[in-house]
């Protein structure tokens, strides 16, 4: 199976929760377009040591810190669908998109256009902040319009109950994970949130 995780915004914990995602389900890793260094495969391999996890190389890989549209014009490259091609992989495969839903790969294409190009199901990754649940409820409609199958929701960060309720009554979502704010990040805390997923992935 592929998933797809796509997030309301940038850094809004993809990386973080495709290495839990990984660790999980004993799934291998592709990044298809990565804009600015250091790598998030790089970051997923350090969380996963000795794991059985393959991290694919990615299609695109830009110096640039940008939306992969402005990143790619900056270093005269053209962003193509038809460049991407799913790696070969014998698990599950965890897909890590750049940005948010509707982060522009071109003039025409989106992020989020690539999971229905990878046939993936998505995991939408959501933060709490002042505008987070109108954020949250836009890339769900962009989503749904596309008629993407969605596995379900992951929170990330402080959490905040009341905007966790409204963000579920609306969408019906399933909620799969609450990460904490946590004060580091490392192999410790992502075996312990992989348990945690695996609690609710088939519920």
């Given at each position: 199976?592929?998933?797809?995780?796509?997030?309301?915004?940038?850094?809004?914990?993809?990386?973080?929760?495709s290495?839990?995602?990984?660790?999980?389900?004993?799934?291998?890793?592709?990044?298809?377009?990565?804009?600015?260094?250091?790598?998030?495969?790089?970051?997923?391999?350090?969380?996963?040591?000795?794991?059985?996890?393959k991290?694919?190389?990615?299609?695109?890989?830009?110096?640039?810190g940008?939306?992969?549209?402005?990143?790619?014009?900056?270093?005269?490259?053209?962003?193509?669908?038809?460049?991407?091609?799913?790696?070969?992989?014998?698990?599950?495969?965890?897909?890590?998109?750049?940005?948010?839903?509707?982060?522009?790969?071109?003039?025409?294409?989106?992020?989020?256009?690539?999971?229905?190009?990878?046939?993936?199901?998505?995991?939408?990754?959501?933060?709490?902040y002042?505008?987070?649940?109108?954020?949250?409820?836009?890339?769900?409609?962009?989503?749904?319009?596309?008629?993407?199958?969605?596995?379900?929701?992951?929170?990330?960060?402080?959490?905040?109950?009341?905007?966790?309720?409204?963000?579920?009554?609306?969408?019906?979502?399933?909620?799969?994970?609450?990460?904490?704010?946590?004060?580091?990040?490392?192999?410790?805390?992502?075996?312990?949130?992989?348990?945690?997923?695996?609690?609710?992935?088939?519920?």
């Amino acid at each position: 199976m592929n998933y797809f995780v796509t997030a309301i915004g940038t850094d809004s914990g993809k990386t973080l929760v495709s290495a839990i995602l990984c660790k999980a389900l004993r799934a291998d890793y592709w990044k298809p377009i990565q804009a600015g260094l250091p790598s998030d495969s790089e970051t997923v391999r350090g969380l996963l040591p000795g794991s059985g996890s393959k991290i694919h190389p990615e299609a695109y890989i830009f110096k640039t810190g940008a939306s992969p549209h402005a990143a790619a014009a900056i270093e005269n490259i053209k962003i193509e669908m038809g460049h991407f091609s799913v790696p070969q992989h014998s698990s599950d495969l965890v897909i890590e998109g750049a940005g948010g839903c509707l982060v522009p790969l071109n003039d025409h294409d989106f992020v989020i256009d690539l999971a229905a190009k990878f046939k993936a199901e998505v995991i939408l990754v959501s933060n709490f902040y002042l505008g987070s649940i109108n954020h949250t409820l836009l890339s769900y409609e962009a989503l749904k319009s596309r008629k993407l199958a969605i596995k379900g929701i992951i929170f990330n960060g402080a959490l905040n109950s009341a905007s966790e309720q409204i963000i579920l009554h609306h969408t019906g979502l399933r909620p799969l994970l609450h990460i904490d704010q946590e004060r580091s990040v490392d192999q410790e805390m992502i075996l312990k949130y992989s348990k945690k997923l695996m609690q609710n992935w088939n519920g």
